[in-house]
T-cell receptor
């Protein structure tokens, strides 16, 4: 997919190491955050989400941390594997009206490269 | 679950031609989103629907773009006339609006090339 911006940050990690991808969000009123993974030629794929009433949530090999004080979100991937190579996007929700879904605002993305 | 289905997967057309992109959301989802992704601008929201009604079309670039959702299982994004700068990957996503959890699930995208 077209997921490389002019200034897309890249994180290179060795296979087996842990990865930490960071994201700063903009809206202090956002109450829901998502991490997506986008592999080349595919659409963004949901990884994990977190509500603003939590500061940590764990999934399988992934952990999301939320620091509302500094509006910071991070994704930790344990024991990184070659299949984890992709672009990772954070997203925050927007204003919500009764009965409707809210928009998501996406970050620019971080490319994760896993070296053998 | 088949996930979000988009067609065609690839479209190559000439400037000035009409282009229609199609999307079938996940069954039971009540919100549908159209995005465009380019190297320069990243992922941009064009328009989204809730219960087949357009909620926010502020991201639609100009009058050449239009989107419809005639029923809960089908949406189209039309570009007429197309221009080379419309070349991008267009994604459709759907979600089930419930509480404050608005997870969107994306389709595989349509790669559009306008010559």
């Amino acid at each position: 997919g077209e997921n490389v911006g002019l200034h897309l940050p890249t994180l290179s990690v060795q296979e087996g190491d842990n990865s930490i991808i960071n994201c700063a969000y903009s809206n202090s009123a956002s109450d829901y955050f998502i991490w997506y993974k986008q592999e080349s030629g595919k659409g963004p794929q949901f990884i994990i989400d977190i509500r603003s009433n939590m500061d940590k949530r764990q999934g399988q090999r992934v952990t999301v941390l939320l620091n509302k004080t500094v509006k910071h979100l991070s994704l930790q991937i344990a024991a990184t594997q070659p299949g984890d190579s992709a672009v990772y996007f954070c997203a925050e929700n927007g204003p919500r009206y009764t009965g409707t879904a809210s928009k998501l605002t996406f970050g620019t993305g971080t490319r994760l490269q896993v070296t053998l | 679950d088949a996930g979000v289905i988009q067609s065609p997967r690839h479209e190559v057309t000439e400037m000035g031609q009409e282009v229609t992109l199609r999307c079938k959301p996940i069954s039971g989802h009540n919100s549908l989103f159209w995005y465009r992704q380019t190297m320069m601008r990243g992922l941009e929201l064009l328009i989204y629907f809730n219960n087949n009604v357009p909620i926010d079309d502020s991201g639609m670039p100009e009058d050449r773009f239009s989107a419809k959702m005639p029923n809960a299982s089908f949406s189209t994004l039309k570009i007429q006339p197309s221009e080379p700068r419309d070349s991008a990957v267009y994604f459709c996503a759907s979600s089930l609006a419930r509480g404050n959890r608005d997870t969107q699930y994306f389709g595989p995208g349509t790669r559009l090339t306008v010559l």
